[in-house]
């Protein structure tokens, strides 16, 4: 079992940067796949960002790509999340989410493929 701790929100300006971080606990989270999924005021929870438990391969919602960049250390067992050039739109609570992964490559992009979430940060960017 993994459980998963996420910091780094706050109060931004558009424009700015962040980085989310999340802190994953017990022996055997880099045999998962993480993820960052979001969900704004009166909208669905949606997907950001995801990676392999390798590192080696990575995926990005295209609402966010070449804005936002995740990655992973596992010798740290930690996902961070860096959010570059924010805009209001931007604005949610954060999630991270692990997901028990069948090959060293494989990530995910559906919430209901994950296992594991944490308690969520919040992330919000003025105009």
């Known amino acids: 079992q993994v459980q998963l701790g996420e910091s780094g929100g706050g109060l931004v300006q558009a424009g700015g940067s962040l980085r989310l971080s999340c802190a994953a606990s017990?022996?055997?989270?880099?045999?998962?796949?993480m993820g960052w999924l979001r969900q704004a005021p009166g909208k669905e929870r949606e997907f950001v960002a995801a990676?392999?438990?390798?590192?080696?391969?990575?995926y990005h919602a295209d609402s966010v790509k070449g804005r936002f960049t995740i990655s992973r250390d596992n010798a740290k067992n930690t996902v961070y999340l860096q959010m570059n050039s924010l805009k209001p739109e931007d604005t949610a609570v954060y999630y991270c989410?692990?997901?028990?992964?069948?090959?060293?490559?494989?990530?995910?992009?559906?919430?209901?493929?994950?296992?594991?979430w944490g308690q969520g940060t919040q992330v919000t960017v003025s105009s």
């Open positions: 990676i392999s438990w390798s590192g080696g391969s990575t």
């Open positions: 989410a692990a997901a028990s992964a069948h090959t060293s490559s494989s990530y995910y992009t559906g919430a209901k493929e994950y296992d594991y």
């Open positions: 017990g022996p055997t989270f880099r045999r998962y796949a």
